[in-house]
């Protein structure tokens, strides 16, 4: 069974800085295929930063502002950041793709966590 737990995220300023972490346990998922999601209430869940086809998208929106990393040794994946904007205020969600599957689509992403909120006052 995967499991992704979430931490890190709160309350910032306009221009301040945080850092998320999603450990993951299991070994049904895909560690070269997983990625950030964020979701408003009452918009859908976007992309933020994720791995497809072996490369690393960004949302137009975060680049220059976002940075993701992992420490495989830990089993945990990184969001870095900086820059934060009211925009970016959102549940922040981690989640990965099953082994066997393709990374190449957002729906290929099957195992979420159970979110952490971000809320970047002005």
């Known amino acids: 069974q995967v499991q992704l737990v979430e931490s890190g995220g709160g309350s910032v300023q306009a221009g301040g800085s945080l850092r998320l972490s999603c450990v993951a346990s299991g070994h049904t998922y895909r560690s070269d295929c997983m990625g950030w999601f964020r979701q408003v209430p009452g918009k859908e869940r976007e992309g933020v930063v994720y791995d497809r086809y072996g490369s690393t998208m960004f949302a137009d929106s975060v680049k220059g502002r976002f940075t993701i990393s992992k420490d495989n040794a830990k089993n945990t994946l990184y969001l870095q950041m900086d820059s934060l904007k009211p925009e970016d205020t959102a549940t922040y969600y981690c989640?990965?793709?099953?082994?066997?599957?393709?990374?190449?689509?957002?729906?290929?992403?099957?195992?979420w966590g159970q979110g952490t909120q971000v809320t970047v006052s002005s």
């Open positions: 989640a990965a793709v099953a082994v066997g599957s393709r990374c190449g689509s957002i729906s290929a992403f099957s195992y």
